[in-house]
């Protein structure tokens, strides 16, 4: 006879999916759950501090539980929220910007989260794992074992068909922009009958087309190299751009500071902003995204390109240290906390900070009060439907001597 479960009363969403349950005294991060439910949980990790668990089986069930629109739902790891009503992922996900504001930065803020169409069918860069027999899919949760898919409901549906073929490399990467298609594949036979506009691998890979892809925003193009990065969600550089410009309100004649510029989306459209009268310095440490960033952004003479760190930038750049009107960063998820001082001493009236992980939004936030930066306006975008993940962007403004 098989051992009861443990059952447990679910609290709140906790950052990165979960929601905080306790069990004999002891904190619980249990997945596939929602705040006020009754779940029997399997536990699957154990540390000194905490333990990880998936609800098995829902005693009671939370009124924005709905059934996952896929079948390996709560199987594969991609997916946190499945379980979980569309209104209610933006609650849940607002609840933990705002939790991380509290207890990171002593803020308190509702953060209302606004939703980004469409919900399925988004994802248009996936790197598929493959099985020892070849059969393209997902790893689970924390794990290298590779779930088998054969469809995935937050795939763009544009993209290359690898789902229908078998492989022999360790991993497939399918992409698709606004213009074009693209397979990367390592030491790979690729199926004659796939179609694709670009196909790159090592040798013995076929090899076809263009393996740069163009991304279209508005009236510009942007060269992304492989799988260089870019916004997954095909509404998401668009609604950046947007929220982005709204928040800086660039003036004729600024100087501009884009930090972790990436190939340049924010700088083409600050540049814009600015005028011939501005500049706009736009920095990038990889040095693929760099030499896109100079073929999408040439035409623009106000742009001056940097190859280098934004620490180092901050730090060797003449023309940075004499100051600036206005910064935008767009740091990885681990924040911009070795940045933060030395952007602060640029002097700019305003900061505006995009970020993808609550948490280093959070800690930076704090650092930047620090420093003489108040947080103002923040929006927040569900960019990733279906799971856990938030973009932000946040105004900080500098204070005056003095001021509260």
Do not use: N
Not at 25 to 43: C, D, K, N, T
Not at 254 to 268: C, I, N, W
Request: hydrophobic share 40%.
């Amino acid at each position: 006879m098989s051992e009861a479960l443990p059952v447990v009363e679910v609290g709140p969403v906790a950052h990165g999916g979960s929601c905080v349950a306790r069990l004999d005294g002891q904190v619980v991060f249990v997945r596939h759950a929602l705040p006020g439910e009754r779940v029997s949980i399997r536990v699957t990790d154990r540390t000194k501090r905490y333990l990880r668990a998936d609800a098995v089986e829902v005693l009671e069930a939370s009124p924005d539980r709905v059934t996952p629109p896929c079948d390996l739902a709560g199987v594969c790891g991609g997916c946190d929220f499945q379980h979980v009503a569309p209104e209610a992922q933006l609650r849940l996900l607002g609840s933990v910007v705002s939790e991380q504001l509290q207890r990171l930065a002593g803020i308190e803020r509702e953060v209302q989260v606004e939703a980004v169409s469409p919900s399925l069918g988004w994802r248009t860069r996936v790197t598929w794992s493959t099985t020892p027999d070849g059969r393209p899919g997902l790893r689970r949760h924390r794990s290298h074992q590779v779930v088998p898919v054969e469809h995935c409901p937050i795939a763009h549906p544009g993209l290359p068909d690898v789902l229908s073929h078998r492989w022999d490399a360790p991993q497939v990467e399918a992409i698709v922009s606004s213009t074009d298609q693209q397979l990367l594949v390592t030491d790979a036979t690729v199926p004659k009958d796939l179609h694709v506009d670009g196909v790159a691998g090592t040798d013995g890979a076929r090899r076809a087309g263009r393996t740069r892809l163009t991304e279209r925003v508005e009236d510009h193009d942007f060269t992304v190299t492989g799988s260089g990065f870019w916004q997954v969600h095909p509404a998401a550089a668009r609604t950046l751009v947007d929220a982005v410009l709204e928040a800086a309100e660039a003036r004729p004649g600024d100087r501009v500071a884009d930090l972790y510029a990436g190939v340049g989306l924010f700088t083409a459209f600050l540049a814009d902003r600015v005028g011939p009268q501005g500049t706009v310095v736009s920095v990038e440490a990889d040095t693929q995204a760099a030499r896109d960033a100079r073929r999408s952004l040439h035409r623009h003479a106000q742009v001056r390109l940097v190859s280098a760190t934004t620490e180092q930038a901050l730090r060797d750049d003449a023309d940075l240290r004499r100051g600036v009107d206005l910064v935008v960063l767009d740091p990885p998820r681990t924040g911009a906390r070795r940045a933060v001082p030395d952007v602060a001493r640029l002097g700019a009236r305003r900061v505006v900070y995009v970020a993808c992980d609550p948490a280093a939004l959070a800690r930076d936030v704090a650092t930047f009060a620090e420093h003489g930066y108040r947080l103002g306006d923040l929006r927040a975008f569900a960019l990733f439907p279906m799971t856990h993940h938030v973009e932000c962007v946040a105004v900080l403004d500098r204070q005056a001597v003095g001021s509260e």
